[in-house]
């Protein structure tokens, strides 16, 4: 399984980006991909994963109402659309894939993308 992430960069707060994970080496109808961050000196933290059966999604309430997963089944893609960033968003994006059931358990992720770099300006 191989997952590239792409899509970061700087932005003033309230703007907006969308990251993009394209995985490919399997199929993926049995897994759910997952988002996830991390700030320099903190712990990685759960943002948002998606069942790519069902496309059932779930969000971390610190992004939910500006955040939002989907995925694109022809070419096997994952976004990461998110509005009204903070400077507290700041961080390193990383995008995962486990096989189902979903968690946001970060350790319970089988496979990891490279990570994209976010950074929001006050």
């Known amino acids: 399984v191989q997952l590239q992430a792409s899509g970061g960069g700087l932005v003033q707060a309230g703007g907006s980006l969308r990251l993009s994970c394209a995985a490919s080496?399997?199929?993926?109808?049995?897994?759910?991909m997952g988002w996830f961050r991390q700030a320099p000196g903190k712990e990685r933290e759960f943002v948002a994963a998606?069942?790519?059966?069902?496309?059932?999604?779930y969000h971390a309430d610190s992004v939910k109402g500006r955040f939002t997963i989907s995925r694109d089944n022809v070419k096997n893609t994952v976004y990461l659309q998110m509005n009204s960033l903070k400077p507290e968003d700041t961080a390193v994006y990383y995008c995962?894939?486990?096989?189902?059931?979903?968690?946001?358990?970060?350790?319970?992720?089988?496979?990891w993308g490279q990570g994209t770099q976010v950074t929001v300006s006050s």
């Open positions: 080496g399997r199929t993926f109808s049995s897994y759910v």
């Open positions: 995962a894939a486990r096989r189902e059931p979903a968690t946001t358990t970060s350790r319970e992720y089988d496979y």
């Open positions: 998606i069942r790519w059966s069902t496309g059932g999604t």
